[in-house]
């Protein structure tokens, strides 16, 4: 018998009830307050239902599993039109669908009463038994990190007994997360057929999605893809510093069964295919089981882009909360242990939380001799005498090891053709050597930051001795996999990983802000405005917490004596206008020099900077709201935002121009949860009570000084 909760429940998902407005108080927006939102698993005899009142997805288990119902319960968006198999394998030349059922003849959209005249496929793997878990994240607690909560819904097919597969048995994950609208959906897959398998490919999505225009001509890259529905994967790089540009698994498809579709040629991109852009290529043995890549669906509720990038951001504090730490370190280019030892004081006096010895210091992380795991240790022991973290650079791809090490160009059967010309294969001799060192350096020494270099972009490698890898087809995965081993080894020991590439999802803290590196030779003044717009355009998508800028303490690429700041002391202006720009932002950069002051007036000034970020460092960490872009003509500003915190707001404004400016300008205070009044005060002065508009503006007028900034603190 049915419970009145799985009634409404069900109710809602097939329309027969509103949802509730999202301002009601017993619906909150869940960009302001998610803690209602908790993942449930209903189960009234055929039908299944995961939800937590954001998203809902919905199966029946007969004929097969077939989901019958993916929605957005804030917006009311259905995002299923048709039915497609759960997933789907590439065992050799056979085509193996898990799941779904036949005999839609309409796909524009589907009704609940086709679904009992729905047929299993006769080869499609059938439906076993499901059952249901408290949520295990990919990466557990380690101790310092606190995992998110919610449910899994484990769907577990096995082969038909006719089946050339018989004793194949795949599990399909549907994890769903507690307060926001995300559902992850991955495949475990066990060979018990007697026989190896070549698994060529796994897509662990497959849905039919409406499309989001109408157009009766186009192709499918010319088209608009849903609107509503986000993708990432585990599985992402490209040295974008950027999500959609790093992926490598989300597939827009046309859906040739789907005739009566408005465009002629029936090119709408409405079929979304998850799978890695290069198969997977491996050989699966009797016995061995196999997971997929994750996928990770955020489902959208506007088309604002502020709003749109609120949700990606509270994506990554839930799947991958560890890319909230944010310590305050520098980058030194030294390993001189007086000097290391000196920087380290330096760091404790200030404020400063952590040393990275940089690209170019001299530290070899390869190099496990007892003299330099010795003199590593002993700067680490001593970094944590003074509660300062130390770190070092490694740099992996752009260099060239051996033609026995190098990745082989699958096109030449010659080193050379990699993303960065010439890169090791990880899966090399040379490369499982380099994990291997990486690990004991980590572990002798004590370090508790590493800077990764690399490995980029993935590269397909044609060689058939390296031991990490059979030859080209698997050269990938396996490579992917070594990588995300080594970060998933350093996230349980809470070693703090900068990495260049978009690895966030399994278990690496930051990126590049994304910014020209040539740029830091330019004079100061055009820096800081060039800094200012990397921050605004970088942190549309990813926190701040995500990501690193850079400030030139010595020559970089060149530029000179306009483009650095040493001798310090000479020009604390600019020291104090890069540092305030950057924490102002929540963002860390690498000030990379030999120290971070030079005389007392220097060591002052980096003190109260420090002193102030860590004053507000709650609400700097927290979302950001674009003001106005720096365009070097007029004030440009950003402001911070939290619903939660006793600052609910702190805006940071600039002028770069060489006069006071005195501006009229509307703070959005929507995302603070404040709703009437809001008491704003101009850095520590007193505050101001402001009515805001109906659109939950504040209007406040404000003098910016030459060439400065101010704040305001929002409460």
């Known amino acids: 018998m049915r419970t009145i909760k799985t009634i409404v429940l069900l109710a809602v998902l097939m329309g027969q009830m509103p949802l509730l407005p999202a301002q009601n108080a017993a619906r909150p927006d869940w960009l302001i307050n998610n803690s209602p939102y908790k993942a449930t698993v209903v189960t009234s005899g055929e039908e299944v239902i995961i939800s937590n009142g954001l998203l809902s997805r919905s199966f029946r288990v007969m004929p097969n599993v077939i989901c019958t119902d993916f929605r957005n319960l804030v917006s009311g968006e259905q995002l299923l039109r048709a039915i497609k198999p759960e997933a789907q394998l590439i065992l050799g030349a056979d085509t193996v669908n898990i799941g779904g059922a036949y005999g839609q003849r309409q796909m524009a959209y589907l009704m609940p009463a086709w679904l009992d005249n729905l047929q299993a496929g006769a080869k499609d793997l059938r439906y076993l038994k499901h059952e249901t878990a408290d949520l295990q994240p990919a990466l557990p607690d380690n101790g310092h990190t606190k995992a998110s909560s919610g449910k899994s819904l484990i769907f577990h097919y096995t082969a038909p007994d006719n089946s050339p597969y018989k004793g194949l048995l795949v599990k399909v994950h549907y994890d769903l997360f507690d307060g926001v609208p995300v559902l992850s959906k991955w495949l475990e897959i066990v060979n018990n057929t007697g026989h190896t398998l070549p698994l060529r490919q796994v897509k662990n999505e497959i849905l039919a999605t409406p499309e989001e225009e109408s157009a009766v001509v186009g192709s499918v890259t010319q088209m608009a893809t849903p609107h509503g529905l986000y993708v990432e994967s585990n599985y992402a790089f490209n040295n974008a510093m950027k999500a959609n540009l790093s992926d490598q698994t989300t597939h827009w498809k046309v859906d040739t069964a789907y005739t009566s579709q408005v465009n002629y040629n029936l090119q709408t991109p409405c079929v979304l295919e998850v799978y890695p852009e290069v198969p997977v290529g491996i050989t699966l043995d009797n016995g061995a089981a196999f997971q997929s890549i994750r996928t990770y669906e955020l489902l959208l509720d506007s088309y604002d882009r502020e709003r749109n990038g609120l949700a990606q951001k509270a994506m990554y504090r839930t799947i991958a909360p560890w890319t909230t730490r944010n310590p305050v370190f520098m980058h030194l280019v030294t390993t001189d242990p007086v000097k290391v030892k000196a920087a380290i004081d330096q760091c404790a006096v200030t404020g400063y939380e952590a040393v990275i010895l940089s690209f170019g210091s001299g530290l070899n992380m390869e190099d496990t001799s007892a003299a330099n795991i010795a003199k590593y240790k002993a700067l680490a022991d001593y970094a944590k005498s003074k509660g300062i973290m130390l770190g070092g650079y490694s740099l992996f791809s752009s260099r060239r090891i051996s033609d026995e090490d190098d990745v082989i160009n699958p096109a030449t059967g ?272 007193m505050a101001k009570t402001y009515s805001l508009d109906r659109e939950y503006n504040a209007t406040v007028t404000v003098t910016i000084p030459a060439s400065g900034y101010t704040w305001l603190v929002i409460e």
């Open 414 to 685: 010659k080193p050379g053709g990699a993303f960065f010309e010439n890169a090791p294969c990880l899966g090399s001799k040379w490369g499982l050597s380099y994990i291997a060192k990486l690990k004991y350096f980590f572990t002798a020494t004590g370090f508790s930051i590493f800077e990764n270099d690399g490995p980029y972009p993935g590269d397909v490698c044609a060689s058939a001795t390296h031991p990490g890898h059979t030859g080209k087809d698997d050269s990938q995965w396996k490579q992917m996999k070594l990588q995300q081993e080594l970060y998933h080894w350093m996230y349980a020991r809470n070693i703090y990983v900068n990495a260049p590439d978009w690895y966030f999802l399994d278990g690496t803290n930051k990126i590049a802000l994304g910014y020209r590196e040539v740029n830091f030779s330019l004079p100061r003044a055009e820096q800081q405005i060039l800094n200012r717009q990397n921050i605004y355009d970088g942190l549309w998508e990813k926190t701040a917490s995500m990501s690193w800028g850079f400030v030139p303490l010595t020559q970089y690429h060149g530029g000179g004596a306009e483009a650095t700041l040493e001798p310090l002391h000479d020009h604390l202006d600019d020291y104090e206008k890069l540092m305030m720009q950057y924490y102002g932002a929540g963002v860390q950069a690498c000030y990379r020099g030999p120290r971070l002051y030079d005389t007392d007036s220097t060591r002052e000034l980096v003190t109260k900077v420090i002193s102030w970020y860590k004053k507000y460092r709650k609400i700097l960490n927290a979302d950001m709201i674009h003001l106005r872009r720096p365009d070097g003509r007029d004030w440009d500003g950003m402001m911070h935002v939290s619903a939660t915190l006793p600052q609910k707001g702190l805006a940071m404004l600039y002028n770069p121009t060489l006069q006071a400016i005195t501006r009229t300008v509307k703070l959005p205070l929507y995302y603070t949860g404040l709703t009437k009044t809001a008491s704003i005060r101009e850095k520590e002065g």
